[in-house]
């Protein structure tokens, strides 16, 4: 089965600068996808970023950009110019690209923003 | 306006009253499906649907139930809530995102279930 793991319960960054927060995941799967959701206090799960397993361009969005290392199976969140906007849970999941396409979640980092 | 609906948004209930928690989406999404949150744990799926009358179970369905009658609509049913049950639910469903052509996941707003 499919796993995905945050080492990292908590972070924390001063405003303005970046932030690193990690994941690793265990597959035997070739083609599938990665997804870093943000969940603010308001529970809301927003999509920040996704990435397609057969791309090897990394993904950006605006402020926030992945380093994805397939053979690693690691999958990294960058937040730049950090915003106390930006102060919310992240979670990191997984999901075949074919088949049942369940989202496996990893356990969720915390992130604070310091004024 | 394009969304996933749930009722109620928090409830607190007894052991043993029956619940049900009401998912409803205006886009008319085949795929839907119900996540539990647990501090630590993360989002775990209970219960899935490819269309209506198809229905399976995901990592943890063990006391719960689903129906699929309509393809809006995904009610996640207890019928014997528990203490255990308590949690922060959600409802999804998949919507299409034109610019890259990958199916993204919607979610609705999260109903807080406390049984006590």
């Known amino acids: 089965a499919q796993t995905v793991t945050q080492s990292q319960p908590e972070m924390s960054v001063q405003e303005a600068e970046t932030v690193t927060l990690s994941c690793t995941y265990d597959?035997?799967?070739?083609?599938?996808?990665l997804f870093w959701y943000k969940q603010p206090p308001s529970r809301q799960m927003i999509l920040v970023i996704r990435?397609?397993?057969?791309?090897?361009q990394n993904a950006t969005e605006n402020r926030f950009s992945v380093n994805f290392q397939k053979a690693a199976k690691s999958f990294s969140l960058k937040i730049s110019d950090s915003q106390l906007g930006d102060a919310a849970m992240y979670f990191c999941?997984?999901?075949?690209?074919?088949?049942?396409?369940?989202?496996?979640f990893g356990q969720g980092t915390r992130l604070t923003i310091n004024p | 306006e394009a969304q996933v609906t749930q009722n109620p948004r928090y409830l607190i209930t007894v052991t043993g009253k029956k619940l049900t928690v009401t998912c409803s989406q205006n886009?008319?999404?085949?795929?839907m499906s119900w996540y539990r949150q647990d501090p630590g744990l993360g989002l775990r799926q209970i219960y899935y649907?490819?269309?209506?009358?198809?229905?399976d179970k995901g990592d943890v369905p063990e006391g719960y139930k689903v129906s699929r009658k309509e393809k809006r609509n995904f009610p996640l049913i207890l019928e014997s809530p528990s203490p255990n049950q308590t949690s922060l639910y959600f409802c999804?469903?998949?919507?299409?995102?034109?610019?890259?052509?990958?199916?993204?996941?919607?979610f609705g707003a999260g109903s807080r279930l406390t049984v006590l």
């Open positions: 999804a469903s998949r919507m299409w995102q034109r610019s890259s052509g990958a199916n993204v996941l919607t």
């Open positions: 886009m008319n999404h085949e795929y």
């Open positions: 597959t035997s799967e070739s083609d599938y996808y």
């Open positions: 649907s490819m269309n209506v009358e198809v229905t």
């Open positions: 999941a997984y999901r075949e690209r074919l088949g049942a396409q369940k989202l496996v």
């Open positions: 990435q397609e397993a057969y791309k090897q």
